[in-house]
């Protein structure tokens, strides 16, 4: 059983659980169990930090003040992964280019391999 903590009372519940059995706090939006309702610390706004709200594709009735979101998506965290992403391209990229810029030297390692094999294989 997956488990994850009330924002309300901290308690450990159930990942699944649409509402705390402890506080009664809704955990999940309203009428979609599957979906994680996302709450706001204290007095700020999750609009503050989201992604939707930052790009103006969000079309939330309660925006720019919503306290609660299904559709939230924190705009550094996300930045994190585009730029994590990023970097692994440029490094297949980087790898492929060199690759290509090396055949020559590339080809050349591999006849010195089979040659290699071969004379241990006759000795």
């Not at 402890?22 to 999940?28: F, M």
């Not at 007095?43 to 939330?60: A, E, G, Q």
């Not at 692994?88 to 050349?108: D, E, G, M, P, Y």
């Amino acid at each position: 059983m997956k488990t994850a903590t009330c924002p309300r009372c901290h308690q450990p519940v159930n990942s699944q659980a649409v509402t705390c059995p402890y506080c009664g706090t809704q955990l999940k939006a309203y009428g979609h169990p599957g979906i994680p309702l996302h709450r706001a610390n204290g007095v700020d706004y999750l609009c503050d930090s989201c992604t939707y709200h930052n790009d103006d594709s969000c079309n939330f009735p309660q925006r720019p003040y919503a306290q609660e979101c299904t559709l939230y998506e924190n705009f550094a965290e996300h930045e994190l992964e585009l730029q994590q992403l990023t970097q692994a391209k440029n490094f297949s990229i980087t790898f492929r280019n060199w690759v290509r810029h090396n055949q020559t030297l590339l080809l050349l390692l591999g006849l010195l391999f089979i040659c290699f094999a071969i004379a241990l294989s006759m000795s």
